[in-house]
T-cell receptor, first 113, second 117 residues
Framework: RKEVEQDPGPFNVPEGATVAFNCTYS??????FFWYRQDCRKEPKLLMS???SGNEDGRFTAQLNRASQYISLLIRDSKLSDSATYIC??????????????FGKGTTLSVSS | DTGVSQDPRHKITKRGQNVTFRCDPI?????LYWYRQTLGQGPEFLTY????????KSRLLSDRFSAERPKGSFSTLEIQRTEQGDSAMYLC???????????????FGSGTRLTVV
């Protein structure tokens, strides 16, 4: 099992749609979690941190289920500007993979008018 | 500009040549990371510095790769005898301390896109 696995993409949705991305992680001792956004040929940028039971930021909601080792990102009322790749990122337990964050492959979202 | 700076933005080199990339992290960030990203993949960890100490190296970092952070500020990543498989985006990121990953996520630079021909 890969350390961080995400839904295969791409996701193609119309404006206004609600879209959900899922991510699973293999290390049950992982400490914290993030969602990053990456635009084409740009660097990844932190979208949201996900702590404890999850959090919300405007149209974006991140959920964490530690028992199932599962993280999700929900985007409501999709905008054209939401088109990007969304990457699930895991902070592993100390001593595994050093202290470096582990990035998933990402899922590409395309929002059309 | 208070972000992470990387130089150059693009580098085209012939196979077998040596290349060096530079990263200037956010000044108050003591942790610096190098990642590599190829098309369709997420960033893959290469190496990590806390201040000037290189604390972790990935198995991806073959002996042709070397990284330094001599004064705990900027860092360089050198690739010797480049191969076509080294073609990728090389990303530098920094963060503050306070636990693995800092707890705050990383700030990435714009990356150096290497093409080996």
């Amino acid at each position: 099992r890969k350390e961080v696995e995400q839904d295969p993409g791409p996701f193609n949705v119309p404006e206004g749609a609600t879209v959900a991305f899922n991510c699973t992680y293999s290390n049950s001792a992982s400490q914290s979690f993030f969602w990053y956004r990456q635009d084409c040929r740009k660097e990844p940028k932190l979208l949201m941190s996900v702590y404890s039971s999850g959090n919300e930021d405007g149209r974006f909601t991140a959920q964490l289920n530690r028992a199932s080792q599962y993280i999700s990102l929900l985007i409501r009322d999709s905008k054209l500007s939401d088109s990007a790749t969304y990457i699930c990122v895991v902070n592993p337990a100390a001593g595994q993979a050093g202290t470096a964050l582990i990035f998933g492959k990402g899922t590409t979202l395309s929002v059309s008018s | 500009d208070t972000g992470v700076s990387q130089d150059p933005r693009h580098k085209i080199t012939k196979r077998g040549q040596n290349v060096t990339f530079r990263c200037d992290p956010i000044s108050e960030h003591n942790r610096l990371y190098w990642y590599r990203q190829t098309l369709g993949q997420g960033p893959e960890f290469l190496t990590y510095f806390q201040n000037e100490a290189q604390l972790e190296k990935s198995r991806l970092l073959s002996d042709r790769f070397s990284a330094e952070r001599p004064k705990g500020s900027f860092s360089t990543l050198e690739i010797q005898r480049t191969e076509q498989g080294d073609s990728a985006m090389y990303l530098c990121a920094s963060t503050v301390g306070g636990g693995p990953g800092g707890g705050y996520g990383y700030t990435f630079g714009s990356g150096t896109r290497l093409t080996v021909v």
